[in-house]
């Protein structure tokens, strides 16, 4: 069955350094998300894209927060100067379209010190 | 505004003993309803989904589904669990064809042998 995967698994990082979490979607899928969950808390939707833009995006994506498809088949999050409360695992997923399923990558493991 | 509870953070049952997982939800239109499981260190795989029609959905591994417009539920059965059924099982509602899924606080289950 096609997934979806990320790189890296877990990423430790210094605070104030800029991360980069990198997803690669299912091949034929158009829609494509970062969610993410604190430890013991919801997985929370921070973005969506869709045609090259963001589609919509939540209060937690301020502009720390940064998405790109640089080539026909990554996807990636910029954190730019990140902080402690960043820590969280972050999950990429893909989608063929709207209401079809929403398929969710293994995630990456955020921990900033 | 959506949301999703899932009322009961922690559940243990014996292996072979029957399961049900609560889900209420929150939403002004029809839903659409998913349950995810996330095994430790994995990410979030679907078990099941309900868009439209029977109200009873089968899933994978064994799950079910009942979707009672009346009640704003969508609980999650397996009428025998095994070891391997351990994991944190969320409920999610999709909003509106957006692919931006509201997920609940998740429910832990352990399985006694």
């Known amino acids: 069955e096609p997934e979806v995967t990320q790189t890296p698994s877990h990423q430790v990082t210094q605070m104030g350094q800029e991360v980069i979490l990198r997803c690669v979607p299912i091949?034929?899928?158009?829609?494509f998300y970062w969610y993410r969950q604190i430890l013991g808390q919801k997985v929370e939707f921070l973005v969506s894209?869709?045609?090259?833009?963001?589609?919509?995006k939540s209060e937690i994506f301020d502009d720390q927060f940064s998405v790109e498809r640089p080539d026909g088949s990554n996807f990636t999050l910029k954190i730019r100067s990140t902080k402690l409360e960043d820590s969280a695992m972050y999950f990429c997923?893909?989608?063929?379209?709207?209401?079809?399923?929403?398929?969710f990558g293994e995630g990456s493991w955020l921990t900033v010190v | 505004a959506q949301s999703v509870t899932q009322p009961d953070i922690h559940i243990t049952v014996s292996e072979g003993a029957s399961l049900e997982l609560r889900c209420n939800y929150s939403?002004?239109?029809?839903?659409?309803l998913f349950w995810y499981v996330q095994s430790p260190g994995q990410g979030l795989q679907l078990l099941l989904k309900?868009?439209?029609?029977?109200?009873l959905v089968q899933g994978i591994k064994g799950f079910e589904a009942e979707f009672k417009r009346s009640q704003s539920s969508f609980n999650l059965r397996k009428p025998s669990v095994h070891w391997s059924d351990a994991a944190e099982y969320f409920c999610?509602?999709?909003?509106?064809?957006?692919?931006?899924?509201?997920f609940g606080q998740g429910t832990t289950l352990q399985v006694k042998p």
């Open positions: 997923a893909s989608s063929g379209g709207a209401g079809n399923t929403i398929y």
């Open positions: 091949s034929n899928h158009l829609y």
């Open positions: 894209f869709y045609n090259n833009e963001i589609s919509e």
């Open positions: 939403y002004g239109a029809t839903p659409y």
């Open positions: 309900y868009f439209s029609g029977d109200t």
């Open positions: 999610a509602v999709e909003r509106s064809n957006t692919g931006k899924l509201i």
